[in-house]
């Protein structure tokens, strides 16, 4: 179901977090909880892609 989503031993202690970064879903959601917008997380972190923050919007622990 999610593709840009992953987990690894030796990535953030096995946090999720988006494929190929270092960018934990946890980390992403906080950014949308202290109120920033789709395109200000683009902005800052432009290894990220609208798909990717979909999925970790969708993530459920």
């Known amino acids: 179901m999610f593709t840009h989503i992953a987990y ?3 990535i953030l202690s096995s ?9 934990s879903i946890e980390f992403i959601l906080e950014l949308f909880a202290s109120g920033a917008t789709k395109d200000e997380v683009i902005k800052s972190y432009p290894q990220l892609t ?7 919007l969708l993530f459920e622990w």
Do not use: F, S, V
């Open 50 to 56: 609208a798909e990717a923050i979909e999925e970790a």
């Open 15 to 23: 946090k999720p977090h988006i494929l190929g970064t270092r960018l």
């Open 8 to 10: 690894n031993n030796e």
